[in-house]
């Protein structure tokens, strides 16, 4: 077996050298067109059938976007066009259905907290010829799409999905909602009959979700109560085999163990150093023990039939995975070894795990899907998200600076092609969240601004996600303060090291990133010389006073508000919106009418407070647009905007 995997990773390797071969970048050479960064990738997803058979992508097809599916010949057996709509998830269930999850924002009537929301549907679409469908379509006491996907189980040869739904209580003859909190259904995948398998928690103030076996039975429901923060895991008898407090609602189910007589659920612990915590209990009760002390994950991975666990994601700059099975662990470390230097992301699998897929991305690499055949030893191209010669990809890799307290900082930094790193002028690019990090991959806004010349730093400051929970819980309170000058600091180093010109800096960044860059000019001072804040928010004290709203006072969140941000005259000093007279450096805002997680008025009023204050500012609406930018025309719209704004402020050198 060792030699067999060994020629694997030896064949493997030369494919892709073949395929990503760097050709260099020719002088004087006219960068990639925006559009090639602003559209949807032209693949997004790519899902494996059971046998590992067929294969279903979303991905451009003669310029119109497609669900494509072909057989491991690739005769093409099925093409869907899905045009604009949203696709966030894709699933098989047996050999002759897709499931395409979608998302769709929608207005509201009177008497909800929100006025907008997003709601997911789930398209059931058969290959044999029968008409697809939507998962509760034409029940009339489910009318609020999916709420929450449990998973796919055969039975007696038909497939049958677990989908939480919004559910109309009845009185005299009449529906109405009287709690918003998801019922969990059975839905025969053939014919789209909905069954009833788990009642809904008692209170919309409460949560609750279920661990679906492999017979379609809930083996475990856990219930988390939002006033004290104490939570249960019962069995399928009603025996509570865990519980405990979580004040901040840190509590989930995991999955079933490496053997389905057990299961896992994850803690945060508010004492502890790890952010998560794993322990292992039996479903029929008995002592839960803590396993994987020393392992921080990333993420899991189930088996699709008995649904126990395969393995993990260990977390890191690159991506690292353990898997149970030395037969799994012997054919994903060939398969990595295959890609040196890149970053393996391990997508999806057949059942017999001789399939698999891949998406690689990182150095000359703008994210390569492949489907690796551990039996035939190949490694199959399916397509490139950004189709692109590998000497157009910017190099990118992780820098390491000191903060102000000398708090260790990481960051991705990704130069221009083709360019000395010396003295470039600068775009600070923030991630959101701000529970989150950037990774050293392919990122479509850092390799667009890449290309026009510009050094792009994405700092991981205190507050992300990735370095302990030490880490992040350094930037509870710190909005707009240390977690501000982190980012500066990251810019700081860079002019140390001679790679960026000090006076020639802009910052742009989305969501909470949005949020530095109005920062950045607003409670900063003569740092940047312009900012960009897609989705930002302004007013922090108004931003959680609408979470607050929306979600009923929920207790839970009112509790991790008030311990990651702050409260009262708090938000108020770190509000760009209160310090616009302030502003230092032209601002550009661009936000989706749409948007449900920062609302656009958080963009309005900084407008609106900038020209008060006689202040440079632009503001873009993107009309029918989310938080995500999930639309082509709105990701480059937004793309346009902000690169001929930074182009404007702070020129790029000349291409040499």
Not at 75 to 85: A, E, R, W, Y
Request: charged fraction near 25%; proline fraction near 5%; include cysteine.
């Amino acid at each position: 077996m060792v030699g067999i995997y060994a020629k694997l990773g030896r064949l493997l390797l030369a494919v892709v050298a073949m395929a990503g071969a760097d050709r260099g970048w020719a002088a004087g050479a006219a960068p990639p067109p925006l559009s090639l960064y602003g559209k949807l990738p032209g693949f997004e997803r790519a899902a494996i059938s059971p046998s590992g058979d067929r294969i279903a992508m979303v991905a451009l097809h003669d310029n119109e976007r497609r669900l494509i599916v072909v057989d491991r010949n690739n005769k093409l057996l099925s093409i869907q066009n899905v045009g604009n709509i949203k696709v966030r998830g894709l699933y098989w269930a047996g050999e002759d259905r897709v499931l395409l999850r979608r998302s769709e924002t929608q207005s509201l009537g009177i008497g909800f907290t929100a006025d907008k929301a997003e709601f997911s549907a789930m398209i059931v679409i058969p290959l044999n010829g029968e008409k697809l469908f939507s998962v509760f379509q034409g029940n009339n006491r489910i009318p609020g799409g999916i709420r929450g996907f449990h998973g796919v189980v055969e039975r007696e040869g038909r497939y049958y999905g677990y989908f939480g739904g919004i559910t109309l209580d009845e009185s005299r003859g009449a529906a109405y909602l009287g709690n918003t909190s998801p019922v969990l259904y059975e839905v025969d995948l053939q014919n789209g009959r909905a069954s009833r398998l788990a009642n809904r928690v008692d209170s919309e103030q409460n949560w609750r979700t279920w661990l679906v076996g492999s017979d379609g039975t809930v083996s475990a429901t856990l219930d988390f109560r939002s006033s004290g923060g104490d939570w249960f895991i019962r069995n399928a008898e009603g025996k509570r085999i865990a519980a405990g407090t979580n004040p901040l609602g840190g509590i989930d189910l995991v999955g079933f163990g490496e053997t389905p007589d057990s299961l896992i659920y994850s803690v945060e612990d508010e004492t502890n150093d790890r952010s998560q915590r794993w322990f292992e209990v039996p479903l029929a009760g008995g002592e839960a023990r803590e396993i994987l002390t020393d392992t921080a994950m990333a993420g899991t991975f189930f088996d699709n039939r008995s649904r126990a666990l395969l393995g993990y994601e260990i977390e890191g700059d690159t991506p690292s995975y353990r898997f149970t099975d030395p037969r799994h662990q012997k054919a994903v470390d060939a398969t990595l070894k295959a890609f040196p230097g890149r970053s393996v992301h391990l997508v999806d699998w057949n059942d017999a795990f001789d399939r698999l897929l891949v998406m690689t991305e990182g150095q000359g690499d703008p994210e390569s899907w492949w489907v690796v055949d551990i039996k035939t030893k190949r490694a199959d191209p399916l397509g490139t998200a950004y189709p692109m010669g590998s000497e157009a990809v910017g190099p990118m890799r992780m820098v390491r600076y000191k903060a102000g307290d000398g708090l260790d900082i990481s960051a991705v930094l990704t130069l221009p092609p083709g360019r000395p790193a010396r003295n470039l002028p600068v775009v600070v690019l923030p991630h959101g969240g701000p529970s989150s990090r950037d990774y050293p991959g392919f990122d479509w806004w850092a390799q667009a601004f890449a290309s026009r010349g510009y050094a792009v730093l994405q700092p991981n400051f205190r507050g992300s996600t990735g370095y302990g929970v030490a880490f992040q819980r350094a930037g509870n309170g710190e909005w707009g303060r240390r977690m501000q000058t982190d980012i500066s600091d990251g810019l700081a180093y860079l002019v140390k090291e001679g790679i960026a010109d000090p006076k020639r800096a802009c910052i742009m960044g989305a969501s909470y990133g949005g949020y530095a860059a109005l920062a950045g000019v607003t409670l900063q001072k003569g740092i940047y010389r312009c900012a960009v804040s897609v989705a930002g928010v302004s007013d922090v004290q108004k931003m959680t006073s609408t979470d607050l709203a929306e979600s009923g006072r929920n207790p839970t969140l009112r509790r991790a508000l008030k311990a990651e941000i702050g409260f009262g005259s708090d938000l108020r000093a770190v509000s760009p919106v209160n310090f616009a007279a302030e502003a230092d450096a032209p601002v550009l805002l661009i936000h989706g009418k749409d948007d449900v997680v920062v609302l656009y008025d958080q963009s309005v009023a900084m407008a609106n407070a900038l020209r008060r204050a006689g202040k440079p500012v632009e503001l873009v609406t993107l009309a029918g647009e989310d938080h995500w930018l999930s639309r082509s025309a709105s990701r480059l719209a937004m793309l346009e905007a902000s690169v001929a704004f930074v182009e404007k402020h702070n020129p790029p050198d000349p291409a040499p």
